[in-house]
């Protein structure tokens, strides 16, 4: 596996060439505003059509970033039902430097449902919870 | 005054590492124990947070990156829930022995019972972290903790044999005969991981970016950093100086913070143990603050959610419930009738787990010019940074077996 001469040509993409596993996986997600999104918990790859044999001229692609429950199965091991994966889509992905920047706002995207839920539910209920510190 | 404030975020961050209420209890028992035998530990443990703490502010500061963000993209998610759970549990144990802490100063003063003050302490932290502004916590409780500089004022009144004094130094390792090498390497792996103890770094590097430290701001940065750090240490020998003088040579064993106070009631009479009280309660409530907002750092920063007192309560809303949480849960720990001293021995073990894992990644980012640009490590710090990470992992592997032989340095 070590013999780099094996390996299939990069495809002819426009853009940068990067590790998906040293530069997406666990980089924080930030908004246009520098709002925290979440953390790159996983990435959900296209699956080719013969997993034995991968065609070289059609590498699978990063379609959506995880994250949520399935950081338990990433660390722990086991499988999670795709009803319980949170994704950002690749489509809303803007930059990626030493963190993720994605095109919409946070509280636009299903990966901040549990930070929504808690302020609407328990923080904003607090009384002082709505306002700047003094 | 401005130029006290402007080093207030270092001078918060040491307190928790050097004169929070165990090590207020442990430099103590130190003192009383082993004179001043230990303190070239502190002078190393003083060395090594202040190179790395000026690490992850200088990483802060030029990439916006704070400290357990960065742990996780080095470590990986399974290295970094090690380190994180390790570290919050050091942080919850350490909010939970502060919280007493502040408990048992407030007897000092007023007599009622602990237990009625706990609910009380743990309020006021949690009112202070939901509505006071960070310059304004920080400011204040960094302030009213300069009241310990009662204990470096006192070796000069307490008229000691300076010559004695300045054996014990030179003297290594312990003097006394009835102590064992074990527990004197005990006390010195404690005091090393007390000084080194992770959340200082995830508290300077959080509040570096609170304060929205910029890489023009790197001055400053190192102004806190070598002040506070070296006062908090200052301030934890003269209290084991206190000891060594005071409480060492009558036999004296130091079980509470009320034997810690000892020295200055001797030397300075009430006023003086009003301004040692007024430290105790200011050091106690500064490093209850510290934890507090690192429980809820480490834990952000690990999942990616928006984080800091900067923002509003509602906009940091998983940020706040967890610190509501660890409170609510330290609290509940208290009131079980533990002694908040001895929670904080129980941490040691934690630390062994947490100290490699919070440093190397450090390390490794403030030599990646992606996050640093030309501000990386120089050699001199690499270097410097390898025999620390050396030293930590030593004390580390040392620690738990060192605890078990000495029945926790007993």
């Given at each position: 596996m070590n013999d780099r001469t094996n390996l299939p040509m990069p495809?002819?993409?426009a853009g940068r060439v990067m590790d998906a596993g040293l530069e997406l996986l666990d980089r924080q997600v930030l908004d246009p505003e520098g709002v925290p999104v979440t953390t790159v918990d996983e990435l959900e790859l296209t699956t080719p059509d013969d997993l034995a044999h991968l065609d070289p001229e059609k590498p699978p692609v990063v379609q959506a970033l995880l994250t949520g429950p399935i950081l338990m199965t990433r660390i722990f091991g086991g499988r999670l039902p795709d009803s319980r994966f949170v994704r950002i889509p690749w489509?809303?992905?803007?930059d990626v430097e030493t963190v993720v920047k994605v095109?919409?706002?946070?509280?636009?995207?299903?990966?901040?449902w549990t930070e929504r839920w808690v302020r609407d539910h328990v923080i904003a209920r607090i009384?002082?919870?709505?306002h700047d510190p003094e | 005054m401005k130029g006290l404030f402007a080093v207030a975020l270092g001078v918060l961050t040491a307190i928790g590492g050097f004169v929070d209420i165990g090590d207020l209890v442990t430099s103590s028992v130190v003192g009383s124990r082993f004179?001043?035998?230990?303190a070239w530990v502190v002078v190393v443990g003083t060395i090594g947070i202040c190179l790395f703490a000026q690490m992850s502010g200088r990483v802060a500061a030029v990439s916006g990156r704070a400290t357990f963000e960065i742990i996780r993209e080095r470590l990986g998610a399974r290295l970094a829930v090690a380190n994180l759970s390790a570290s919050f549990l050091i942080n919850l144990l350490t909010l939970t022995a502060e919280i007493g802490g502040i408990a048992l100063a407030m007897q000092l003063a007023?007599?009622?019972?602990?237990a009625l003050w706990f609910p009380v302490a743990a309020f006021a932290v949690w009112i202070v972290v939901w509505r006071v502004k960070f310059s304004i916590m920080e400011n204040v409780t960094g302030l009213l903790g300069l009241a310990l500089v009662v204990f470096a004022v006192a070796i000069f009144f307490l008229h000691p044999d300076w010559s004695a004094l300045g054996s014990q130094l030179l003297q290594?390792?312990?003097?006394?005969?009835?102590?064992t090498p074990a527990s004197y390497w005990y006390y010195a792996v404690a005091l090393f991981g007390a000084a080194m103890t992770p959340y200082e770094v995830f508290f300077f590097s959080s509040g570096a970016i609170e304060e929205k430290w910029?890489?023009?701001?790197l001055a400053q940065s190192r102004v806190n950093v070598l002040v506070g750090f070296p006062l908090g240490a200052v301030l934890s020998l003269s209290i084991a100086a206190c000891a060594a003088i005071v409480l060492l040579p009558k036999g004296i064993a130091v079980t509470s913070l009320f034997e810690t106070a000892l020295p200055i009631a001797q030397a300075f009479g009430k006023i003086g143990l009003i301004v040692a009280i007024l430290g105790f309660v200011a050091a106690t409530f500064g490093a209850s603050l510290e934890v507090t907002l690192s429980s809820g750092y480490t834990l952000a920063q690990f999942f990616g959610w928006p984080w800091g007192k900067f923002r509003r309560p509602a906009s940091a809303s998983r940020f706040h419930a967890a610190m509501i949480l660890s409170l609510v849960v330290g609290l509940g720990i208290l009131l079980t009738g533990v002694d908040p001293v001895q929670v904080?021995?129980?941490s040691v073990v934690f630390s062994a787990i947490a100290l490699p894992l919070t440093y190397l990644p450090i390390l490794i980012i403030a030599n990646d010019p992606k996050y640093m640009g030309d501000r990386v490590n120089g050699r001199v710090t690499n270097a410097v940074g390898l025999i620390f990470l050396a030293i930590i992992l030593v004390a580390s592997i040392a620690a738990i077996p060192l605890m078990i032989v000495t029945g926790a340095g007993a």
């Open positions: 495809p002819a993409v489509k809303v992905v803007a095109g919409v706002a946070a509280d636009s995207l299903d990966a901040s009384p002082g919870g709505r | 004179g001043l035998t230990l007023s007599s009622i019972e602990p290594q390792p312990s003097p006394h005969t009835d102590e910029k890489a023009k701001d904080t021995e129980i």
